[in-house]
Structures are given as C-alpha cells and as structure tokens.
C-alpha cells in the first residue's frame, strides 16, 4: 500500500507544482499579448494538472483511509474514509484542500473567457499547493514550534512551486523570442521569472533547510538510515538544480542574442525538469519515512 | 552534453521511484511512557491506564486492548486523550484485574498520519 501512498504523492505534488506555476507565469510573468499567444497550450497544460491534481487526491484519500484502518478493504470502506475526513488532521485540511481542487476544474476551463481567470486560478492553485504543507512531517508539532515548522512548509512549496511550475511555460515562452509578433514580449516574460526566480530559489532553499532541521532536530544524525540517505541524495539533486538555474541564467541567456542561447537554455530548462522530477519522487517517498 | 544529463536524471529518477516503492515504512512517533510504568510492581488493578506518545495521536484510529494470559480480553472503556495533552491516551478498565499477567497491545495513527502499533506486558502481583 505503501507504494501507491508514493504513486499518489508523486503526481499529485507535481499537478499543484505545475498547476502554480502555470497560472502564476500566465497571470503575472506573462504581458497581455504573450499570454494570448500561450493561452491555448497553457490552458491544456492546466486541465492536465487539474484533472491528476483531483484524481491523485482522492487516491491519496482512499490509501491513507487503507493504512489507517485495516488494509486494501479499508480503502473503499466508506465509513472509515468518512471517519478520515472528519476525525483526522489529516481529514480536516483533505476536505479542504478536495473542494479547492473541485474548484480549480471549471477555473482552469475558464481562465481564458473570465477576467482574471488566471489570477484566480494562481490563487485557488496556491491554496492547493499550500494546503500540503500542512499534513505529514509539517503537522507533527504542536503550539509556535508547529505553526513555525507549518509556515516553513508552506512557503517551501510555493517557492518550489513557482520555480519548477514555470519552466515548462519558460520553455514555450523560448520558442517565442525570435518571433517578430511576440519577441519583445517573450523577452520581458523571461526577464520577469528571472527576476522573481532568484527570490524564489531563495526561499525554497532557505525553507528546505529549516523543514529539514524542523524535523531531524530530535533524531539521531545517521546518513544510512532511508530517510537521511534520501534527503542527502535530494540535497544533491537540489544543489545540481542550483548549477543548472545559475548556468541557465548567467551563462546561457547572455548568448541569446547573437549566440546559441536560446537552444542551449531551452536543453537546460528541460534538465531542470528532469532534476525536478528526481527531486520530486524523493519527496513523495520522504514524506512517507521515519525521519530516525 | 545536456542530452547526456537528461538521459542521466531520468534513468536516476525512475531507479529511485522504483527502488523506493520496495522501502519498509518506518514508525513516527513512538510510545513514550505509561501509566502504571512498565516497571511498577503493581499490588492492585489499575482504573485507567494512560500511554503517552512522542506525538499527538488521533483519537479516531486508536486502539488499546488487554489480554490475559489465557489471551482472554480484558473489556476497557470508551479511549479519550488527557484534555491537557493530546499525546496521552486514556484507556479506562472497566472490570478488576485479578493476579496475573497481562499483554496490553495498541495501536494509534499518529497527527503526521501513519499508523504505529505495539505491546507490553503489566503484571499484578498482590
């Protein structure tokens, strides 16, 4: 069971991640006649995310009703999954966080044909993305230290959120900068996250080391333990992202111009997707272990 | 070169997705202290027995038994959590232990959500 606990995990964190990211990049990074541009691909995008994000959560749902009650027949038990969402921490934010993910269904069908439709989104998907960092290891602590640890959390998930959710519109918004319609445009969209990027990587880093020390701080320090091993293996994974973010930045953007930039960034974006996923399948897994 | 790291990372990520779904789950919080302790000689029957964890625990998914050592069960009350302290759990007894020896086995789902169980053994020996 505890396999499809990580299964659930996995894509349901990258929906929220992707869902952020999308919204925010099409409601704040992109100027009005770029977001046109990208709206049919952002908005398929968006459904995607939406539609794993519901789907992942029930799943999530119905195999923590399984391991809290008595196994597989548990899962479908309707009394034991109620007893869940009403008798649990966990229940509590779960209801919560399934209403908001009902909600995001008909927003990201109307992103486009509503004003600020994708600010909407942007918000109700940060609700989403949020909302996860008050379950598992984020509320094992009660009283400040808790509502500290709870904060941490949540704000290392949406910093995450907006760097790893844009890179997919970063890499549609590449294929633009030679157009002569959306250029100058795409142009500014790329400037804007980088801009914003660097406060976010910021924060997801600052935050990554305070959840850590949030939850080790009791446990005895022993790298060999499952935990501790796959958080260090996450910490490399995430210094590696750091490498491919700065190199993206400071040493393929500058050759966009006249240069191979923008094949080059576009190769390193999609690195940082692939680091990101990595990153990712650690976090569903970790969220799962004993941090001893 | 980019396309080498792409090929790398996938190959990493889903070796660890795959190798990760084969992990044990490990236990969170952990049982802590009780009440009578585990090393009270005990002359009479307790009324209560309190189990305190290293986290709160739900109230919802908690389960205390007693067993004899003719693996009878012992009927207990209705659990609760100390009002002052939601890592202790209340286990009223509802009928007088006579002599013996007794295995109390329980199982809570701590507040990061994973469910955590174990036993220990309480004898009265007047």
Redesign the interface.
């Known amino acids: 069971m ?2 499809w606990l ?1 299964f659930f995990r ?1 894509f349901h964190y990258a929906a929220a991640l992707q869902l952020f990211g999308t919204a925010v990049f099409q409601a704040w990074m992109a100027p009005p006649n770029l977001r046109r541009a990208m709206s049919a691909f952002e908005e398929r995008v968006a459904l995607c995310s939406a539609v794993v994000l519901l789907v992942s959560g029930v799943g999530w749902l119905l195999t ?1 009703a399984g ?3 008595s196994g597989w027949a548990d899962t479908i038990n309707p009394d034991v999954v109620f ?2 969402l ?5 229940g509590q934010v779960w209801t919560w966080h399934l209403a908001i993910a009902v909600m995001i269904l008909p927003a990201t069908a109307l992103v486009s044909r509503v004003r600020m439709g994708w600010t909407l989104l942007a918000i109700l998907s940060a609700l989403a993305l949020g909302g996860l960092g008050l ?3 984020a ?2 602590l ?1 009283g400040f230290v808790g509502v500290l640890n709870r904060a941490s959390h949540i704000l290392h998930a949406l910093s995450s959120g907006f760097w790893l959710g844009s890179l997919l519109s970063l890499i549609y918004v590449l294929g633009l900068l030679r157009s002569s319609d959306f250029g100058r445009d795409a142009d500014m969209a790329l400037h804007r996250f980088s801009g914003l990027g660097h406060g976010a990587v910021a924060i997801a880093l600052a935050t990554g080391i305070s959840n850590s020390w949030f939850v080790l701080r009791h446990a005895e320090l022993n790298p060999t ?3 501790q091993a ?1 958080l260090l ?1 996450k910490i490399l994974l995430v210094c590696s992202m750091l490498v491919l973010a700065l190199v993206n930045r400071y040493v393929f953007v500058p050759r966009i111009p006249n240069g191979p930039g923008i094949r ?1 960034l576009r ?2 974006t ?2 940082e997707i ?2 990101s ?2 990153i990712l ?2 976090v ?2 970790l969220g ?5 | 070169m980019t396309n080498l790291w792409v090929k790398g990372y996938a190959a990493l990520a889903s070796t660890l997705f795959v190798g990760s779904t084969i992990l044990p789950a490990y236990a969170h919080a952990d049982l802590a202290e009780t009440v009578p302790s585990l090393t009270e000689a005990l002359t009479t029957s307790p009324e209560e027995l309190r189990l305190t964890f290293t986290e709160s625990v739900e109230i919802a998914f908690s389960e205390v038994s007693i067993v004899d050592s003719e693996k009878t069960e012992i009927q207990v009350g209705e659990l609760s959590l100390d009002p002052e302290d939601n890592k202790t759990l209340v286990v009223p007894i509802e009928v007088a232990l006579v002599a013996g020896t007794y295995t109390v086995e329980w199982a809570v789902v701590s507040a990061d959500g994973h469910k955590i169980e174990g036993s220990y053994d309480m004898t009265i020996a007047p």
């Open positions: 505890d396999a990580y996995f923590v391991s809290m009650g007893r869940v009403r008798a649990t921490q966990f379950i598992g290891h509320s094992a009660d333990t499952p935990y796959m293996l080059q190769d390193g999609i690195a692939v680091v996923a990595a399948t650690l569903s897994v799962v272990l004993s941090p001893s």
